[in-house]
């Protein structure tokens, strides 16, 4: 089963940053925090990832915080393209079944011009 | 530039009739995965291979199996598909099993079983 839950829709104006909310309130020490989203009809495509530093690319920035039982996935302008299933995932850092990506259901986030 | 390739995008079988889904990758990676995606459901995984070692799913019914004859291409076979196994089936691949990575996917086969 998944280990985080997120909310099952949000929607978000074009432009403005999108805030998706996680919780993994029973994440251990050696697991990783990951965001995936899946456009329609598209395979799952990589976000970012992070274990307990903030992390920025450009595409997004995830914002953990300091107990690690929630994060947060920031879109700073979102677009119409970023609307998406957004999963959250937490994986551990060994191989073996710990190492899968276990997905939940995820937010479906809808830009709307 | 593509890097995981599906073919085909769309299949159609009948109930019964045993069908192949195929996966290539130009990225090099160890490690194969093929997850079943069915409607407004998220991604499961079906089994994965590293290298040439298979790892199924405790889950994974024994009507889907795997085939990779070489770094590059792996296949799905569903001997005997089912109504159930209508599906999205998507295919990724990652350099390593273990430590810090990102998996790879590709655009999906849709299987329809009539």
């Known amino acids: 089963d998944a280990k985080t839950t997120q909310p099952p829709s949000m929607d978000c104006a074009e432009g403005r940053a999108a805030n998706l909310p996680c919780n993994h309130s029973t994440i251990s020490g050696n697991e990783y925090v990951y965001w995936y989203r899946q456009i329609h009809s598209q395979g799952p495509q990589y976000i970012i990832h992070g274990l307990k530093n903030n992390e920025t690319n450009e595409m997004a920035s995830l914002i953990i915080t300091e107990d690690r039982k929630s994060s947060t996935l920031i879109l700073p302008h979102a677009t119409l393209r970023d609307t998406a299933v957004y999963y959250c995932?937490?994986?551990?850092?060994?191989?073996?079944?710990?190492?899968?990506?276990?997905f939940g259901k995820g937010t479906k986030l809808s830009v709307k011009p | 530039d593509a890097m995981v390739i599906q073919n085909p995008r769309y299949q159609v079988t009948q109930f019964g009739k045993p069908v192949t889904l195929s996966c290539s990758q130009t990225l090099n990676h160890n490690v194969m995965y093929w997850y079943q995606q069915k409607s407004s459901q998220a991604p499961k995984l079906l089994f994965h291979y590293y290298d040439k070692d298979f790892n199924n799913e405790a889950d994974t019914p024994d009507n889907f199996q795997s085939r990779r004859p070489n770094t590059s291409f792996c296949f799905l076979d569903i001997r005997s598909p089912g109504l159930g196994d209508a599906a999205m089936y998507l295919c990724?691949?990652?350099?390593?099993?273990?430590?810090?990575?990102?998996?790879?996917f590709g655009p999906g086969t849709r299987l329809t079983v009539l």
């Open positions: 990724a691949t990652s350099a390593r099993l273990a430590g810090v990575h990102e998996q790879f």
């Open positions: 995932i937490v994986r551990g850092n060994y191989g073996g079944s710990q190492g899968n990506l276990i």
